[in-house]
């Protein structure tokens, strides 16, 4: 592959582009099938159980009757559903899932029935702002689908994806900008070359942890899953959605998945390019071998993304939000400093090794003071927090202070007087704000049965 990959683009007869596209088209929808079927089995064997095995040899065939079974079942629409965007929004989701893989490359140039053409369907140089464009697009699809549901549950799954979608992009983004750094491009085939020498996954490892932190938070997966947290929101967004419409917004999850896990082989595994030991063999990045390297490294980021879902808890809104303001985006912009500075001092400034050690040295010893000190204004934050706490608990305790009752805290006590005793003008009873035991819980029950 010559190291302008733009010549090699535009310049495909009709029937090629056309057979580009179809065969883009069904990979994705096997690597759909095939994921669902894998994501059932591996977290069945992590939960002890046996998973889809009666539909085609090992149950393979499984996903695809789902679909079919999907696609032909009974359709139920609210009656207060906007039909007009209820129906657009599915579509939205799935067109932008498929139309994200335009500029992903899978291999270098080969010949496909005697004509030479490059395993990509085109590029450019910006083609990694268009990934991250046609992804926010592809959000308008579950936010509408959640507004034209005409439900409660669907819009807050909804206006969760909306914020869950700009905290984590924008970390995206940044942890985009070392990768453009060192490449010196935004066009994906560019990038994929310039990983020749090393992956970009081992000299800016950070980049690639906040990226694989944040792909997870913007395709709506567990332990990121808020949009559609069962437990809360019935089903989120789709709720109100059923047959078909049900199926694309189901697809296009998958797809997602596919999508950034592509990203990031792209991005910081060396797309295409084969791992270390392989790269001994001389035609390992020649010819059709480099498609099965990438096809590799793809499922071990959709297996990355099963094993999350089968081991770890769905987290608390507040807790991801505050995850993704206060520690992946402060974390990529400091991130970017120390690599533009460091770009600088390699291109621009001449350093000797012991001066570029010292500067490195300089840095990290300024990143754990600056982490000291912000863990200490934390714990002496806490430690007001619990003085007041104390003193509170302390303080005799009004319920009616505020104007309505108020439970007490944990701690308090109160007093109070019963209607029937204060109509009598008898007994005032004195009740502290603890749980009661399960013995006294019984009794309670016993008494006021009786």
């Known amino acids: 592959m010559t190291d302008s990959q733009f010549g090699l683009f535009g310049s495909d007869p009709w029937w090629m582009v056309l057979l580009k596209v179809v065969a883009i088209f069904a990979l994705l929808v096997l690597i759909t099938l095939i994921t669902i079927w894998w994501e059932r089995r591996v977290v069945a064997r992590m939960q002890n ?43 939205i989701s799935a067109t932008m899932a498929f139309l994200a893989f335009a500029v992903i490359p899978f291999g270098p140039e080969v010949s ?44 807050l799954g909804g206006l969760r994806s909306t914020a869950q979608m700009i905290s984590y992009e924008i970390a995206m983004g940044l942890s985009f900008v070392a990768v453009f750094l060192y490449a010196g491009s935004m066009s994906t085939s560019q990038i994929v070359l310039a990983q020749e020498p090393i992956w970009f996954a081992v000299i800016l490892l950070p980049s690639f942890l906040i990226y694989c932190t944040a792909m997870v938070g913007e395709t709506n997966r567990a332990p990121f899953d808020l949009p559609e947290a069962e437990g809360e929101l019935v089903g989120g967004f789709h709720t109100e959605y059923s047959s078909l419409k049900f199926a694309l917004f189901f697809l296009a999850e998958y797809i997602n998945m596919v999508t950034v896990s592509a990203m990031a082989t792209t991005l910081f595994l060396g797309g295409y390019l084969a791992p270390w030991p392989l790269t001994l063999w001389d035609g390992a990045n020649e ?3 480099p498609m099965l390297w990438w096809l590799l490294k793809v499922q071990i980021f959709i297996f990355i993304f099963i094993w999350l879902r089968g081991t770890l808890p769905r987290m608390r809104y507040d807790q991801f939000m505050r995850f993704g303001w206060k520690i992946l985006i402060p974390v990529s912009i400091v991130w970017i400093m120390i690599v533009s500075i460091a770009r600088l001092m390699r291109d621009d400034v001449s350093l000797s090794t012991t001066e570029i050690l010292i500067t490195g040295a300089v840095v990290i010893v300024v990143l754990l003071v600056g982490s000291w000190l912000i863990q200490s204004r934390q714990d002496r934050r806490q430690r007001e927090r619990d003085e007041v706490e104390a003193a509170a608990a302390a303080a005799p305790f009004d319920p009616m202070a505020a104007g309505f009752p108020v439970p007490p805290l944990p701690g308090q006590s109160f007093t109070y007087t019963s209607r029937r005793a204060a109509a009598q003008g008898t007994t005032i009873v004195q009740e502290p704000a603890v749980a009661p035991t399960d013995d006294a819980a019984d009794t309670d029950g016993e008494d006021t049965h009786a």
């Open 49 to 91: 159980r046996i998973g889809p095995n009666r539909v085609g040899p090992q149950g393979l065939l499984q996903s695809l009757m789902d679909g079919i079974k999907l696609a032909l079942k009974e359709e139920i629409i609210p009656k207060s559903a906007h039909l007009a965007v209820y129906w657009l929004a599915p579509v």
């Open 287 to 289: 010819g059709w071998w």
């Open 112 to 155: 496909i029935f005697g004509t030479m053409t490059p395993l990509q369907l085109t590029d450019f140089p910006v083609s990694v702002l268009y990934v991250l464009a046609i992804a926010s697009i592809g959000i308008y699809g579950i936010v509408l689908g959640g507004w034209a549901s005409g439900s409660t549950y669907p819009l």
